[in-house]
């Protein structure tokens, strides 16, 4: 049987990283390192030379080449040799054809979804404890392949790399579209369309590219005396890109102790796409340590995960989204927090990927943030407060976090299990991210960033996927449960005010109430006091509902969410809906909604929307007996037809008077029935 290699996909000195690169070099941890001989290198950069590989391939230790091991025997060197001949021709045939111009942006782009051929080995079906179908991909002898490194039939090394280089050091590839040829262009396209990332320039890039050592001297000093109990490392995704899904687990081979990994579980939750099925399974097989799990029917984040968690032997979990790149020393200070208390979740440093670039942007310590939520219960971003920024060994110490993005993180098994999992009646995704943080904080646990940890992840700006659900609004669904089971009733109604919902939206959650109750859980209100008191809390309001305008009767209106951030504030035909006329005016002055507060100073004399920073200043607004809403020697103002609403020299007028319920926020809407 022919090994097809996966094209353009590896670079053949991947292995060792160009050793003028700033920071060191990075090369995998567990393989031989292998000099590569020049001519093959240059094989994907000049005239093929399949000559010169076949003089190389006696004298090089196959086992170790970019791909991992292959039996060092003179079928696979065939096998490896024609294949080459193959891929040469290809590439002579398009060049040819002028598929692309010689002064365009890339010569030779990559073909997407590399076909392979696929074991024939069948599939074992077998069912979880919760009747959910699913299967995993049949292991191959151990002593056929080593830990980290490829089977008889996965591979072989891809000489044809082109080009040389891209994206290395994490650098950005940059591709403009209208230089490319019309077929060309609908791939980019059609890339973007199905990943909501550029796919494309991912392909042109190593699924083993070098990363620089960014960790900071601190974390270079740091000692990590506790033993590690290995790792089971998880990745569910659903239609990823080849590329993509290869360099999020060549990074975690690539950038860990071998003896801190004990398992990679690939969580296939019902991809429709074709490399993702026995491709996958051919590339994967000879990684002794990599399973692969697959969902009978899609089954969305949450339940995928759980899938993972129960194929896993490890005693630690570490869950990872599948766009993702490890860098060196990630795995460490994670395993370490937890060894010194099995209660601890942690958390990496989530640095970006450029979604257009796959540049990777590191955000040094002293940036990091922590996350938060509001009470449309969304998670967060927030600056780290002065109370832990000042901890001791800071910046790259741990920090506590209220909350975290859920995407990627580290938690003892028997801890996990302790707390209930995820809970069972959640749909796809959504709010499992709070309610774990929640329950580590309120049952016994803590939660932590670890700085000297970093990961790079792809965000998204859209989900690409769709769901058949049984919820109309799974993550409504969730919210709800969430807020029922571990807001307690003091708390819960700051979420049920904003949505309209009848009570069977949120099913049976007399169980999850239990487990908070056995384990003596402490309540929210704990919570808020003692790990997360800069929330404001609508109930200490001294304001609350519309602004309305005596003179127009407009309100004030403005939609809060980041993507809005600073936009102008205007009037508009009073609704009485709330919504983006609600507003609280809080006990320091700010006229706010959540974690975004009115604010005079970006575009005056224009009004704004901005995150609150707590400062005062033109965020402060006095709401005087007259009526007006005061800044100083200014007022906030209305123009004769309602609809801009500016700061003003303060002239009595009743363009100038606002009325607000000069009460404190009291939730009391019920549901319905």
Not at 542 to 558: F, K, M, P, Y
Not at 618 to 645: P, R, W
């Amino acid at each position: 049987m022919r090994t097809v290699l996966p094209r353009r996909y590896h670079s053949p000195d991947q292995i060792h990283p160009p050793p003028n690169v700033a920071g060191g070099v990075n090369p995998p941890v567990h393989n031989a390192h292998v000099k590569l001989p020049p001519d093959i290198i240059n094989l994907h950069r000049g005239p093929h030379q399949p000559a010169a590989v076949q003089k190389h391939l006696d004298e090089i230790n196959v086992n170790n080449l970019v791909l991992g091991a292959l039996p060092d025997n003179a079928q696979v060197a065939q096998d490896a040799l024609d294949a080459i001949h193959e891929a040469a021709a290809e590439d002579e045939k398009q060049q040819a054809a002028n598929l692309a111009p010689p002064d365009g942006p890339f010569v030779n782009p990559p073909q997407h979804n590399p076909p392979v051929e696929a074991q024939k080995e069948p599939l074992q079906d077998s069912v979880d404890d919760e009747g959910i179908p699913f299967h995993l991909t049949p292991r191959r002898p151990p002593e056929k392949s080593t830990a980290y490194s490829k089977g008889p039939d996965a591979q072989a090394i891809n000489f044809l790399q082109f080009p040389p280089f891209s994206g290395e050091g994490g650098k950005a590839v940059v591709i403009k579209k209208e230089g490319l040829p019309p077929a060309e262009r609908e791939k980019f396209e059609e890339g973007e369309k199905n990943n909501a990332f550029n796919e494309y320039a991912s392909s042109m890039i190593s699924v083993r590219r070098y990363l620089p050592d960014i960790r900071e001297s601190q974390c270079l000093d740091f000692k990590y005396a506790h033993h590690h109990d290995p790792a089971s490392i998880i990745i569910c995704f659903h239609n990823e890109a080849w590329s993509v899904l290869l360099r999020s687990v060549h990074s975690i081979f690539d950038r860990s102790k071998e003896e801190l990994v004990k398992e990679v579980i690939l969580v296939d939750d019902a991809s429709t796409m074709d490399h993702l099925k026995k491709p996958l399974d051919v590339y994967m097989a000879g990684l002794e340590k990599v399973k692969i799990v697959r969902a009978g029917e899609r089954q969305g984040l949450i339940r995928a995960r759980m899938l993972g968690a129960k194929a896993a032997t490890g005693k630690i979990l570490i869950f990872l989204d599948s766009h993702i790149e490890c860098t060196t020393g990630w795995l460490e200070p994670l395993l370490d927090r937890i060894a010194e208390n099995n209660s601890n979740v942690v958390v990496p440093v989530i640095d970006v990927i450029s979604s257009e670039t796959l540049q990777y942007n590191h955000a040094p310590s002293k940036s990091i943030q922590v996350g938060g939520f509001d009470w449309s219960l969304i998670f967060r971003w927030h600056p780290i407060p002065p109370r832990d920024a000042n901890r001791p060994g800071a910046p790259n110490s741990p920090v506590r976090t209220p909350t975290m993005a859920g995407g990627l993180f580290a938690i003892s098994a028997a801890f996990f299990a302790k707390l209930g999992w995820y809970d069972p009646g959640y749909e796809v995704w959504g709010a499992e991210n709070l309610e774990l943080s929640f329950k580590t904080w309120m049952c016994g646990g803590q939660l932590e960033t670890i700085p000297c940890s970093h990961v790079g992840h792809i965000f998204r700006t859209r989900s690409p996927y769709s769901w058949k659900v049984k919820q109309a609004n799974p993550l409504k669904h969730n919210l709800l449960r969430l807020a029922e089971v571990v807001l307690g009733d003091e708390f819960k109604q700051y979420y049920f005010t904003r949505v309209n919902y009848r009570e069977s939206e949120m099913g049976d959650v007399s169980d999850r109430k239990k487990i908070l109750k056995d384990l003596n859980c402490k309540p929210f209100k704990w919570f808020i006091d003692n790990i997360y008191p800069e929330l404001f809390i609508p109930g200490d309001s001294i304001a609350s509902g519309e602004i309305r305008n005596v003179l127009t009767q407009h309100c004030v209106d403005a939609p809060t969410h980041e993507k809005k951030a600073k936009i102008k504030l205007v009037g508009y035909p009073c609704h009485n809906q709330g919504g983006n006329q609600f507003w609280l005016l809080s006990k320091t002055n700010e006229i706010r909604r959540d974690d975004f507060c009115l604010d005079t100073g970006f575009e005056p004399p224009y009004i704004t929307v901005s995150n609150c920073h707590s400062q005062g200043g033109n965020q402060h607004f006095e709401y005087t007996t007259a009526d007006e809403m005061k800044q100083g020697g200014l007022c906030m103002t209305i123009s004769s037809d309602g609809k801009v609403i500016t700061m003003e020299n303060c002239n009595g007028s009743d363009r100038q008077k606002w009325a607000m319920n000069r009460k404190p926020f009291i939730p009391g809407r019920k549901a319905e029935r």
